[in-house]
């Protein structure tokens, strides 16, 4: 009888561990909207998801269980992918399930300053869902934000006129423009007609997208890519100067460090790692988290002169293994 039940017990420690090796961890980014995709005979709409910042996109028509996408925002998600044991035809070999976001980003941008220092082509004009193509007329607009201008080309025709700017908002003044009649006449009365009134505006993926006040919406791609002004937009959102470590009754220590992204600080309790005496040579502090997945997972305190008396050198270290060296204050 004995060993009928260790037998039973192997058998299942057996199984246990054929099922484990089938459940895989998996980390992917995840695109900011879905695209139209095959699926067998049907079309439907897939995520698109890479393992890495360097490779390419791949469509991913399937469900992940507690992962909600919204349109606008990237994300960093860490899944479980477990082995399904009965699979349908086009249907999926596993089953995946969210274990946690990473990080997310939102990519659709409203500063007013992406609007400055270039000239935005317009190549579709769409309203109500239909789309015209204007790339062929070569419209263009430009905006003087200091003088609360804007002046353009509308494809037959110059016009300027005054135009206010605020986040995701302008608003449009009576244009002037010259009165010459070409071939792209219907394009020019429709971009004319959307430059009329109130207009919110926003850019995504190296796009500037004005939404009319009469339904109609311009796709505008500009001459020089904006990249550098959202990464100066990116890097004042980032969190400065109260970063710092103080030591709580109990021994631990609460830190304060900046987020991998976005603009808030991130509060955690740590206990200083026991060191060996060649990291005690480099460093003061070596402190790791209390509780279950924090976003930073390690925070060093370098052993290194600073100018300031109360000021430390650090490196953070975050879930994704990326690190950033930093300034760290000593709030005790």
Request: aromatic share 12%; charged share 25%.
């Amino acid at each position: 009888m004995q060993r009928v039940v260790i037998a039973c017990i192997a058998f299942i420690g057996w199984i246990n561990g054929i099922e484990a090796q089938d459940n895989e961890i998996k980390k992917w980014y995840v695109a900011d909207a879905k695209i139209g995709c095959q699926l067998g005979d049907a079309m439907t709409s897939c995520l698109r998801i890479r393992e890495s910042e360097d490779s390419n996109w791949v469509n991913f028509p399937w469900t992940i269980e507690g992962f909600t996408h919204e349109k606008g925002f990237e994300y960093y998600i860490e899944v479980s992918q477990q082995k399904l044991k009965f699979t349908e035809v086009d249907g999926p070999q596993y089953q995946y399930t969210l274990n946690t976001i990473i990080y997310e980003k939102s990519t659709v941008h409203t500063d007013k300053r992406i609007l400055e220092n270039n000239t935005f082509q317009i190549i579709n004009i769409e309203q109500y869902g239909k789309k015209t193509l204007a790339l062929k007329a070569k419209p263009s607009i430009k905006f003087d934000l200091d003088s609360n201008v804007i002046y353009g080309f509308s494809g037959c025709n110059s016009f300027m006129g005054p135009c206010s700017y605020a986040t995701a908002f302008m608003q449009f003044g009576t244009l002037t423009s010259t009165l010459k009649s070409c071939n792209f006449d219907d394009i020019e009365s429709k971009i004319t007609a959307a430059l009329k009134g109130k207009a919110t505006f926003y850019a995504r993926n190296n796009m500037l997208y004005i939404v009319c006040e009469n339904f109609m919406t311009l796709h505008c791609r500009p001459e020089k890519r904006l990249d550098s002004i959202l990464n100066v937009i990116e890097l004042e959102k980032q969190p400065k100067n109260d970063i710092n470590f103080m030591k709580n009754v109990d021994g631990s220590y609460r830190v304060n460090a900046p987020a991998m992204h976005g603009n808030a600080n991130l509060f955690f309790m740590y206990r200083p790692a026991k060191l060996t005496d060649a990291e005690r040579k480099k460093l003061n502090y070596k402190f790791l988290p209390i509780g279950m997945n924090p976003e930073i997972t390690m925070v060093e305190i370098l052993n290194k002169i600073h100018e300031k008396p109360d000021m430390l050198y650090a490196i953070i270290t975050y879930k994704d293994g990326s690190k950033r060296e930093m300034e760290i204050r000593d709030a005790n």
